[in-house]
């Protein structure tokens, strides 16, 4: 018992023996501090405990008011935090046993107490109820301050089931611990990695049995108990009983979605223009360094556009920064809206711009969108109910040419911006001054273009496919001629190109079938003899959705025959969009019309498509013919091209047959029909009229060689 002050201890007891007896014990020597206080009703037992503070009770189960658990109910009732220590007979001890399951202390057996147990028994019962006060108390404090604390804590036990979970975990999970309580940890503790959603295994586990600390990996995502997701960050401890055997594990979580915001936040300021939102200089930097080493390896060329407004000074300072701030935002979407999403727009302060171009075949397609974007910029930008006015000036500076690194771009870029500015402004500069003068052409070809077919300028010329069997003109390509008003003819190498990027390729190559399907109506008409007629068709066209509807309104306006006309395309337009091309060339096929691959051997080596396509002929480029004149080893390409065109069943054309050693080499190794300047060159009309007529030419006999077996065998992998 406490020492120190007296213990008062209260003895309900009704039987004056037992009574007694326990008070002579009590006042022994060595209960020298306890007051006893006696009843001997539980009534009046109750009547004390309310009125004064007990420290023990001891508890007769046998009273005339009250009986067995009955008297320990109500003695719990009447004072539940004074410890209890109850009296009963020999024959009553599993009586004695529910009594502490109850709440009791301990039991005496009467006729077996003697005055040290008694003591022991009474002084045991106070400690232990003062220990288990104390617990508990420890315990409130634990959990108040758990409940307190922003940080999510989850327990669980050995096997994993969640035993705790405070108030902040309660909240974050979504699970209040009794629904929580016995549940595998996985169902309340579902997690995954952010950067992969790859759900993880409970950490737990990896835990528990060591002697160390754990923590998940850092883009840690919680599923809560409503499916929403929140960041993570955490660690798990191992909780170990008395023998260091582990018994389960804490864990502590914290909600870090704002920090984790915050981190990606100063990461994109730390890259981006706060204004407008656009890469800063140095994302540009690395943008420009990644695009060079793609344009290496793919062969092609990046482009920077240095851009600085024209007069921006002047606005800023005469209305005000704000409304200068919103124009530079309103023309930094006007840039953006001239670039593919895979060019870069940054800022790099005040009213300069620069734009990254990658992957670009050619460096006019960079004066392309310089000219784009000086259109977009100088469009009136409404600010504030005003119609505000700004141009701008262009440095454009090319990779590989100007420079091979971001720094050397740039600078030159820049340079040519000033060049730009020195030539009135709202114009663009290339730090080549070369590179100038073939953009400036092309820009007048491109203008020149769209007056031409109002103009009348364009025309067809034909050139006559020879039968290499018999000799005979078997069919013409129509190729077109342009006379340019002031720079006379051009070539169609020269603006083919340009009007497939500025959309012009789809009139004038309507206009080209028309009149090829015309003029081959008209020979034919005339008794001249039937021959085909090969159109060449762009990508651009080809991929044009009114394409097929364009091709077959045109052969029922001319009327001519279907199987008459062929039309050339490249290897590129049979790559590309495989599914629908090969529906394309299916219902051009069901029509009639004939097929053929231009420039065969020139651009990708893949054959299959060959195969998968609906093809009726090859053309050999004309490049290859070089090669027959030259070395005997070198002839085998061509050669090979001609087995593996036999074996597909397709019709071989050569092109560019210039001299009379080609054409007997073509003959020996049965390749089908040629096309060249040994035959012929591409003439007007009227002239191909007149060749028509004499209908074929004089071949010189060239006996025919076997076709090589080893050829063949190349051929059919194919
Ligand atoms: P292509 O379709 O491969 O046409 C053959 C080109 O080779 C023509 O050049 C022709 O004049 C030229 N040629 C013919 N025989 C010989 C020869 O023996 N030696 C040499 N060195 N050249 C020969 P052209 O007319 O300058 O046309 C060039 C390219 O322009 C054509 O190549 C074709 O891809 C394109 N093209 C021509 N007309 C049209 C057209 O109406 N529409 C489209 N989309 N492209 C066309
Ligand atoms: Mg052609
Ligand atoms: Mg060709």
Redesign the pocket.
């Known amino acids: 018992m406490r020492s120190g002050s007296n213990k008062r201890l209260l003895l309900v007891e009704d039987n004056p023996g037992d009574a007694r007896l326990l008070r002579e014990m009590l006042s022994d020597e060595g209960a020298h501090n306890i007051d006893l206080t006696h009843v001997e009703s539980m009534t009046q037992g109750e009547v004390h405990l309310s009125g004064k503070v007990f420290d023990l009770i001891l508890l007769d189960l046998g009273l005339p008011d009250a009986q067995g658990l009955d008297a320990v109910r109500r003695a719990h009732i009447a004072a539940p935090r004074v410890p209890l220590v109850v009296l009963t007979g020999l024959d009553d001890e599993s009586m004695a046993s529910q009594a502490l399951k109850e709440g009791a202390q301990d039991y005496l057996i009467k006729g077996q107490i003697e005055t040290r147990g008694l003591l022991r028994a009474l002084r045991y019962s106070v400690e232990r109820k003062n220990m288990e006060e104390a617990l508990f108390v420890e315990r409130e404090l634990a959990q108040i301050t758990l409940n307190c604390i922003g940080d999510a804590v989850a327990c669980t036990d050995s096997l994993g089931n969640v035993t705790f979970l405070n108030l902040a975990a309660e909240k974050m999970t979504g699970w209040p611990l009794r629904e929580a309580s016995g549940r595998p940890v996985e169902d309340i503790f579902s997690i995954f990695d952010a950067t992969n959603r790859r759900v993880l295994p409970s950490p737990l586990e990896a835990t528990v049995g060591k002697n160390r600390t754990g923590h998940l990996p850092p883009n840690c995502i919680l599923v809560r108990r409503d499916g929403s997701e929140i960041p993570i960050e955490d660690s798990i401890a191992a909780i170990h009983d008395r023998d260091g055997v582990p018994c389960g594990a804490v864990t502590i979580f914290r909600d870090v979605s704002i920090a984790r915001a915050m981190a990606v936040e100063k990461a994109h300021a730390a890259e981006h223009d706060f204004l407008t939102g656009l890469p800063n200089r140095m994302l540009l930097n690395d943008r420009i360094s990644q695009a060079i080493e793609l344009g290496k390896r793919h062969g092609k060329r990046v482009a920077l556009l240095f851009l600085d407004l024209d007069g921006f000074k002047h606005t800023n300072d005469s209305l005000g920064h704000p409304v200068g701030d919103m124009l530079l935002k309103s023309v930094s979407k006007r840039i953006l809206r001239c670039v593919r999403v895979s060019d870069t727009v940054s800022r790099q302060g005040g009213d300069e711009f620069v734009v990254l171009l990658s992957e670009v075949e050619k460096a006019e397609d960079a004066a392309i969108t310089a000219g784009r974007i000086l259109e977009a910029v100088a469009e009136a930008h409404s600010i504030g109910g005003d119609d505000l006015h700004v141009t701008t000036s262009i440095g454009l500076s090319v990779y590989p040419d100007d420079g091979e690194d971001a720094e050397t771009l740039i600078k030159n870029a820049d340079t040519a911006m000033y060049q730009a500015k020195d030539n009135g402004r709202q114009t663009y500069r290339f730090f080549k001054p070369d590179m100038n003068v073939r953009a400036v052409e092309r820009q007048s070809i491109e203008e020149s273009l769209r007056r031409a077919l109002q103009g009348q300028e364009f025309a067809l010329h034909y050139?006559p496919k020879v039968n290499l069997r018999t000799g005979e003109i078997t069919g013409a390509?129509?190729?077109?001629r342009w006379t340019h008003p002031i720079r006379g003819p051009l070539?169609?190498?020269r603006f083919?190109p340009i009007a497939e990027d500025c959309g012009l390729?789809l009139p004038i190559?309507r206009w080209?079938l028309r009149e090829a399907c015309r003029q081959t109506k008209a020979w034919a008409d005339a008794g001249l003899p039937v021959i085909t007629i090969a159109?060449?068709?762009?990508a651009i066209e080809f991929r044009d959705e009114n394409f097929l509807d364009g091709v077959f309104n045109i052969l029922k306006e001319t009327g001519l025959d279907p199987k008459l006309l062929e039309l050339?395309l490249t290897e590129s337009v049979l790559m590309k969009g495989a599914d629908s091309t090969e529906m394309a060339l299916k219902t051009l096929r069901k029509r009639g019309i004939q097929l053929a691959v231009?420039?065969f051997g020139t651009g990708y080596s893949s054959l299959s498509y060959l195969r998968k396509f609906s093809i009726d002929a090859l053309k050999i480029d004309?490049s290859f013919m070089t090669q027959i004149t030259a070395t005997p080893e070198e002839t085998t390409i061509v050669t090979a091209m001609i087995s593996m065109g036999r074996s597909l069943k397709l019709r071989i054309v050569a092109?560019?047959?210039?001299t009379q050693e080609q054409a007997a080499f073509l003959q020996a190794h049965q390749c089908d029909e040629a096309?060249?300047?040994?035959f012929s060159r591409?003439l007007p009309p009227e002239r191909f009229a007149t060749l028509l007529e004499a209908r074929s030419f004089q071949l010189v006999e060239v006996p025919a060689l076997p076709a090589d077996p080893a050829l063949k065998v190349i051929a059919s992998r194919y």
């Open positions: 050139q390509e129509a190729l077109i070539s169609p190498d083919i390729i190559g080209v159109v060449n068709i762009s050339e231009d420039d004309q092109e560019g047959v210039e096309q060249g300047y040994y591409p």
